[in-house]
Structures are given as C-alpha cells and as structure tokens.
C-alpha cells in the first residue's frame, strides 16, 4: 500500500448588487474610502516588524500591480467586472505577524477584513463586498510538510488540492471538503488532527490552545466565522499502488430512464472502495449520462462488481484503466492521458467562466416519472448540469453531531446544480443564474426538505443574506440550518464566546446571539 496526501483531498466543488449611485455619491464614496484606505495603510506600518516588513506586501488600488494580484485567484468572472466592489488593499501575508497586524488594524478601524486561501468560494465571499472592506491573501501560505512515521501532513490554508486543482485548503477543509474517497474514508475533516489558527485577539492557536469548542467549529463549520486559519494536520490515507477509473457515457433513449433507476439504488451501496458519480448535462446531440469511477483495486474486481450491481451500465473491460492514484487525480479532471503529473502544481485553472452553483440532498430515489420530467426539464434549459455525488459507506457511519458537517446517515447523494457562461454582463449573468434555479425548482419534491439541505462549499447566496445588523441572528438562522442543521446552534454559542463582536464576518457567516 501506498500512502498519499493527495488521497484525502480530492474535491470537486445570486448576485452580490451594488446599490445605484448618483455621480455625487459616488465621490463621496471613493473619497471616503481614500481616506480608509489611507489610515489601514498608515495603521499597518506602524505595526510592521522590521524583521518581518509589511510595505511591499501592501496593494492598494494605485499600485500597478493591483489587478493582476486582485484577479489572479478570482475563480468566478462574475465578480470580476467593472461594478463589483473592489478591496481597499490586498494584503500578500507571508508570515504571522502580517495577519495578526491585519486583525488588530481593522478592528481599530472599523474596517471588514476578508480572508482568501483560494478564490474558488462560488458567491466570491473572499473578495467581494457590499462595504470597504480589505483581503488578506494567504496563497504564500502553501507548504505541505508529510510526516511519514507519524502518517500525518501539515497543510497550509493556501496549498491548492486535487481532483480540482487550483482550490484552496482554507475553506475546502473547514467548509466539509470531500473527494473520491469520501465513501471509503469520510470527508477531509472526518481525519483532522490538529491546526493552526490566529483568533480574533491576534494569538496563535493550536488544538491544545484552542480548545476542543473552537477546534470542532474546524471540522465543517466554516472556520472564517471564527478565526484565520493558518494550517491544518490531518491523518493520511492509504491506497494502493494501482487504482482503476472510468468515465462512461450514455445518451438519452428507451432504456435511459431504467439506467439512471438503477445507478440510484446501486451507488450508494456499492464496496466502500468504488466512488460512482453521475453528471448529466445536454450536448449538441441530446441529454447525456456520464458516470465516472475511482476504484481502489483492479480492473476485473471493478468490471465484476458493476455488472453484477449495476448490469444495465454494460461497462466492459476496455472501458477500464489502471493508473497510479495521482494519476487518477487527472483523470477524475478529464485531463488527457499522459499530462505531466507537475500539473497538479499549475495554480492556475485551465480557463474561466462566469458561474453559479447550488445544492441538494438526496434521501430517496427519484421516482421514474421524476427522472422522465427531469429529462425534459433539462433539455429545455439546455445549460444547467446536475451531478450526483454518491453518499453511504464511510459518510453513513459517522453522527451527524460528531462535526459541525450534519450531511450523513439517511442521504444517498450529494448533487451540485452547475451553470457556467462567457461574458459578465449583469442581464447575461441574470439569465443563467434563472437557469439554474428553475432547476432546482424543479427538484424541490423529490430533495431533502424541513430544512431544504445544502453543502456549505457550494456556497448559494440564494438561501439568504446577512446583512450584520440587528436582526443578525435571524437573518443566519435561514441560510444556517440548511448548511448546518441542528449543529447551528451549537455554532452560534461558539461564536459568541470566542468572537463576541462579529469581527470575523461575511454575508453568511454565523453569527453571535443576540444582545
């Protein structure tokens, strides 16, 4: 057996309006924001170590090289246009003392700090706002320190992933990330040791220090509610020296609706070690059903398993290939055969899109007469893609309350709601956005409800909206039991105790209690 960092990882995956302006207010707006920006400036060099300097880390809207640090990780073009509200300052952490400064700065002045490890947040919370507010960039924090002995890595918030390359650890391990392996060993926070924070008070914590309230909060509860996270330890997992993957197609026909039935009852209960998704989408020749397979073995155990449970696939030997598992990382991304595994390493994505994405949970088979309007549903709207993540083995094994992540026992799958486009146009981006929700309008019978469940990673402005005032806590409540489920409460009283005055905030962050 091989053991592989990369093994836990593996992840995937409404429009933020700036109220109009007249000409005059917008002046005062950029003129009041100057003076901000110029008082953080003055308040972080100040406090700036002369063993560790903070000057050159400082991007502010005059430096010319502001937009290229600003765009480098924005992952979603819908908030990169000419009205979206940009940072005051970008601050490029490269030690402790430079987001510890940061803290203490914008709690002086009353200033929203944001916190970026990767940009791929789908509503673009990390650098995005509807108030000044600045961004602290944690992608130089990104080393990977494997203890092989011990089977454990640290990993830094801004090392990027796999099966999605270009994601940060940050919130793809706090958020509940999951990957192909999540039927076999659970989800990333499912093997969390320890971690490395800074608090709302500017101290460094670990697991020991933190306290074991705090350090639950990490294991799904979107630790950005709460703290900066700066590192995380987490248990290795083993897989052997070959897997075998798929990736498979079918096109709508007689027998379309009976496949898709099957893969239903199939894929949640399949071996622990074979990871099953379904994505369908519509080409330019009709719907189409892709099933892609991560196996942990060879290719005739697999090929024997699927016909005996999943006969109606008819996946052949040929279909199969045995490949180490990095290699099934690239595969898993629809990289071709025999891209240079230093791939992995290219923090930049392959392209960009505009996007919007939303979620469900899946507790029961969709009904044949659900599939067959699903079908039609689809090929109306033609763009919006609907994959199933299949749930069971390991994720039906551990408490919903273990961590803050409730999504367990009782769901089948997983399914992410998926539009991308070109352009940023705000009447373009309003069109796809409706797309994708009037399909998952159209899932509401068949779908979790009471509460409606959703992934917290597929970040979805449409559940709601906190806008930090008095009404805070309501305002959390609605979007937080779909996210969190029974565990909100929990995280509210966390929060009030370690971050008593909201510091640590975004448009769904938890939030305190109220006074």
């Given at each position: 057996m091989k053991i592989s960092i990369l093994a836990l990882f593996v992840t995937i995956f409404a429009i933020v309006l700036l109220p109009a302006l007249t000409p005059s207010s917008a002046a005062a707006m950029v003129s009041n924001d100057n003076s901000v920006q110029d008082e953080l400036i003055k308040c972080l060099l100040d406090h700036s170590s002369a063993s560790n300097p903070i000057s050159s880390l400082i991007y502010a809207p005059q430096n010319t090289s502001y937009s290229t640090v600003l765009q480098s990780y924005i992952?979603?073009?819908?908030?990169?246009?000419?009205?979206?509200?940009?940072?005051?300052?970008?601050?490029?952490?490269?030690?402790?003392?430079?987001?510890?400064?940061?803290?203490?700065?914008?709690?002086?002045?009353?200033?929203?700090?944001?916190?970026?490890?990767?940009?791929?947040?789908?509503?673009?919370?990390?650098?995005?706002?509807?108030?000044?507010f600045f961004v602290v960039d944690m992608f130089n924090f990104r080393s990977v320190e494997v203890n092989l002995v011990e089977e454990t890595a640290w990993v830094d918030a801004g090392a990027t992933l796999?099966?999605?390359?270009?994601?940060?650890?940050?919130?793809?391990?706090?958020?509940?990330?999951?990957?192909?392996?999540?039927?076999?060993y659970g989800l990333t926070v499912d093997n969390l040791v320890?971690?490395?924070v800074i608090d709302?008070?500017?101290?460094?914590?670990?697991?020991?220090?933190?306290?074991?309230?705090?350090?639950?909060?990490?294991?799904?509860?979107?630790?950005?509610?709460?703290?900066?996270?700066?590192?995380?330890?987490?248990?290795?997992?083993?897989?052997?020296?070959?897997?075998?993957?798929f990736r498979v197609s079918r096109m709508l026909d007689q027998k379309f609706t009976n496949l898709v039935d099957q893969y239903q009852h199939v894929a949640p209960n399949l071996d622990h070690d074979?990871?099953?998704?379904?994505?369908?989408?519509?080409?330019?020749?009709?719907?189409?059903?892709?099933?892609?397979?991560?196996?942990?073995?060879?290719?005739?155990?697999?090929?024997?398993?699927?016909?005996?449970?999943?006969?109606?696939?008819?996946?052949?030997?040929?279909d199969c290939l045995e490949m180490s598992w990095l290699e099934s990382v690239l595969f898993y991304y629809d990289y071709a055969l025999g891209t240079p595994l230093d791939t992995l390493l290219d923090r930049q994505p392959s392209s960009l899109t505009s996007l919007k994405r939303k979620?469900?949970?899946?507790?029961?088979?969709?009904?044949?007469?659900?599939?067959?309007?699903?079908?039609?549903?689809?090929?109306?709207?033609?763009?919006?893609?609907?994959?199933?993540?299949?749930?069971?083995?390991?994720?039906?094994?551990?408490?919903?309350?273990?961590?803050?992540?409730?999504?367990?026992?009782?769901?089948?799958?997983?399914?992410?709601?998926?539009?991308?486009?070109?352009?940023?146009?705000?009447?373009?981006?309003?069109?796809y956005i409706e797309l994708t929700r009037k399909l998952h309008s159209y899932m509401?019978?068949?779908?979790?409800?009471?509460?409606?469940?959703?992934?917290?990673?597929?970040?979805?402005?449409?559940?709601?909206?906190?806008?930090?005032?008095?009404?805070?806590?309501?305002?959390?409540?609605?979007?937080?039991?779909?996210?969190?489920?029974?565990?909100?409460?929990r995280l509210v009283k966390i929060k009030t105790t370690v971050d008593p005055d909201n510091f640590f905030r975004n448009e769904q962050s938890i939030p305190t209690l109220p006074h």
């Open positions: 992952r979603n073009l819908r908030f990169n246009t000419t009205t979206t509200r940009k940072p005051l300052l970008i601050v490029t952490a490269t030690h402790v003392s430079h987001i510890q400064s940061s803290i203490m700065c914008a709690k002086n002045l009353g200033v929203e700090m944001k916190v970026r490890s990767g940009g791929h947040d789908y509503e673009g919370l990390s650098y995005v706002s509807i108030v000044p796999g099966v999605c390359p270009t994601v940060g650890a940050g919130g793809h391990i706090t958020g509940g990330g999951y990957g192909n392996l999540m039927r076999k320890d971690a490395k709302v008070h500017g101290r460094v914590l670990d697991r020991a220090t933190m306290g074991e309230d705090l350090f639950w909060v990490l294991q799904g509860g979107g630790g950005g509610s709460f703290c900066v996270i700066l590192s995380y330890k987490i248990k290795l997992v083993h897989v052997p020296k070959n897997v075998t993957v074979a990871f099953i998704r379904l994505t369908l989408d519509v080409t330019k020749t009709g719907l189409r059903a892709t099933f892609r397979c991560l196996f942990l073995g060879d290719t005739q155990t697999l090929v024997s398993l699927v016909n005996e449970n999943f006969p109606l696939l008819g996946l052949r030997k040929s979620s469900d949970y899946l507790k029961d088979p969709i009904p044949r007469h659900g599939l067959e309007g699903l079908w039609k549903k689809m090929v109306q709207l033609q763009t919006p893609q609907l994959t199933f993540n299949p749930y069971g083995g390991r994720m039906a094994e551990i408490p919903a309350n273990a961590t803050p992540f409730p999504h367990r026992a009782g769901n089948m799958f997983k399914l992410q709601y998926a539009t991308n486009w070109d352009g940023d146009e705000n009447e373009r981006s309003k069109y509401t019978p068949f779908v979790s409800m009471n509460p409606r469940e959703a992934f917290l990673n597929y970040r979805d402005l449409d559940l709601g909206i906190n806008h930090q005032g008095p009404t805070s806590y309501v305002q959390g409540r609605k979007y937080g039991l779909k996210y969190f489920k029974d565990n909100f409460d």
